[in-house]
């Protein structure tokens, strides 16, 4: 079973997340802000982590970045409500595997999982 890390600081969002992912047999930890996140990410392994970009405390951007130092080969997927917040990810070392546009369906969330992270290595039904 994959694991994935959802970051975001809004409740329904995670939820929306965590439910598109769970239906399709991953393993869903949630994390509500940037420094759970970071704390996740010190003490778990992960296939992949679903990152929003704008959060109160530790910005998406820090979490991101550390996340790409920390496990090199665990795939990014950036939510953000805005295509120019991408900009701020564009630097050396820092490459996400793809992005979600708020506001986005469940068929985007499952789409984008299962070919970021790879169709052979994904489980559940289709």
Known sequence: MKKVL??????MVRNYVRRAL?????????????ADALEA???????????DLKMPDT????????AA????????????GSVSDVSSLI????????????PFGI????????KVIGEGEMSGER
């Open 6 to 11: 959802v970051v975001d600081d809004e409740d």
């Open 22 to 34: 769970a239906s399709r047999g991953w393993e869903v930890v949630e994390a509500v802000n940037g």
């Open 41 to 51: 990410l010190r003490t778990g392994d992960f296939a992949a982590m679903i990152c």
């Open 59 to 66: 910005r998406g951007e820090e979490v991101i970045k550390e």
């Open 69 to 80: 130092a920390s496990k090199p080969g665990m795939k990014i997927i950036v939510i953000t």
């Open 91 to 102: 630097e050396p070392g820092i490459a996400a595997a793809g992005f979600l546009l708020k």
């Open 107 to 114: 068929d985007e969330i499952r789409d984008l999982a299962e």
